[in-house]
């Protein structure tokens, strides 16, 4: 696994380094909402699977989308069905 995956497994500060092993949850990530505060999400992108949706931009002038795709390998890395740590999550 990744190391950003390995760590959130790891029981100790160095344990991602030893330890490149993630055991993806079957059901506990199903009933999860993820909030990415960034430069936008492209909510259609394969990796959500439909799962993610416009909240609301704060920026004058922009609307949904990500101009830069910050915003949208944020979201993947939290609920990406690729490499996100919770894959089913909303």
Not at 25 to 47: F, Q
């Amino acid at each position: 696994a990744p190391v950003t995956l390995a760590r959130l497994a790891a029981t100790t500060p160095s344990g991602a380094l030893r330890n490149s092993t993630y055991a993806y949850p079957d059901v506990r990530d199903a009933n999860v909402d993820v909030y990415v505060l960034s430069t936008g999400v492209l909510a259609e992108h394969a990796d959500f699977g439909g799962r993610a949706t416009f909240g609301a931009s704060f920026v004058p002038g922009e609307g949904a989308g990500d101009e830069s795709g910050v915003g949208t390998f944020a979201a993947s890395l939290a609920g990406g069905t690729v490499y996100g740590a919770a894959k089913r999550a909303r």
